[in-house]
C-alpha cells in the first residue's frame, strides 16, 4: 500500500520531471528523454507510461504552440496545409502499433539522427537566417508528405520527432525559431491523434499525466520564451545537443 508520504514524494518527483521536460521539449523536442523515464520510476507499467506522457506532453506541446505562435514564430500560411496530414499520419501510426513491433526502427532512427547532428554541426551558419522563398505547390506537397510520415512515426514509436520536424523546416529555409515554432505546430497535431488513441485503448494514467502535464506547462512557457529571445544561436546549441542525447539513448537501449 503507498503511503501519502510517498504519494506526496512522487508528486514532487513527477513535477520537477516535467518542468525539465517541457522547457527541453518545447524549444526542440525530446522531453520524453525525462518524463517517460520518471514515470517508469513511479511505477506506472510500462504500457501506460507512453499514454501518461502522451497526455502531458500534448499539454506542453499546446502551450509552445500558442508562445510560439503569439510570437510570430509560425508560418501559418504553410503550416494550415500541413496540420491536417500530421493528425492522419499519428492516427495510423498509434494503430500500427498494435501490429508491428516498434523496435525494430531503433536502428534506423540511430543512423538518421547522426545524420542530422552531424549536418547541423558541419553547417555552423545553418538556420541562422531565413531563406525561405514563399509558400508554393512543391513545398506543399513535399511538407505534406513530411508531415504524414513524421507524424506516423511520432504516432508509432516517436523519439526524436521534433529533432527531424526542425531539421525538415530548415531544409525549407527556416530559421531555427521559426522552424522550431513550425514543428511545435506539427508535433501537437500528432500527439492530438496518438493521445486519442490511447485514451481509447485505456492506456492513460490521468492523476500522474495531469500532475506532469501542469509543471510541463511552466516548462514549455519559459522554454518557449527563452528561444524566442534568445534567438538562433540557443535553439541551434540546443538541437544539437538533444540530438546527441538522442542518439545516445537509442544506442544505449539497442544494445541491452
Avoid at 510570437?71 to 503550416?79: A, E, G, H, R, T
Wanted: aromatic residues 12%.
Amino acid at each position: 500500500m503507498v503511503t501519502p508520504v510517498v504519494e506526496i514524494l512522487v508528486f514532487f518527483f513527477l513535477s520537477a520531471a516535467g518542468f525539465l521536460a517541457g522547457f527541453v521539449d518545447s524549444v526542440v523536442g525530446g522531453g520524453g528523454l525525462i518524463s517517460v523515464p520518471a514515470l517508469l520510476l513511479c511505477g506506472v507499467s510500462p504500457s501506460v507510461v507512453l499514454g501518461t506522457n502522451k497526455l502531458a506532453g500534448t499539454m506542453a506541446t499546446l502551450t509552445s504552440t500558442i508562445s510560439f505562435a503569439a510570437s510570430d514564430k509560425v508560418n501559418f500560411s504553410l503550416i494550415k496545409y500541413l496540420f491536417p496530414f500530421s493528425l492522419l499520419g499519428a492516427t495510423l501510426g498509434a494503430h500500427m502499433v498494435k501490429y508491428i513491433p516498434s523496435q525494430i526502427l531503433k536502428p534506423l532512427i540511430i543512423v538518421l539522427l547522426i545524420c542530422v547532428s552531424i549536418y547541423t554541426l558541419r553547417k555552423k551558419d545553418w538556420g541562422s537566417i531565413s531563406t525561405y522563398a514563399g509558400r508554393n505547390k512543391k513545398n506543399i506537397w513535399l511538407g505534406a508528405a513530411v508531415a504524414a510520415g513524421l507524424g506516423f512515426y511520432d504516432g508509432f514509436f516517436g523519439p526524436g520527432t521534433g529533432s527531424f520536424l526542425i531539421f525538415a523546416f530548415l531544409q525549407f529555409g527556416f530559421d531555427f525559431v521559426v522552424a522550431a515554432g513550425n514543428a511545435k505546430v506539427l508535433n501537437f497535431a500528432s500527439n492530438i491523434a496518438s493521445l486519442a488513441t490511447f485514451i481509447l485503448m485505456g492506456a492513460v494514467n490521468y492523476s500522474y499525466g495531469i500532475t506532469m502535464g501542469i509543471t510541463m506547462v511552466i516548462g514549455a512557457l519559459l522554454g518557449s520564451r527563452l528561444a524566442i529571445t534568445k534567438g538562433t544561436a540557443f535553439v541551434r546549441l540546443m538541437f544539437i545537443a538533444i540530438t546527441l542525447l538522442l542518439v545516445s539513448k537509442q544506442v544505449w537501449d539497442l544494445l541491452h
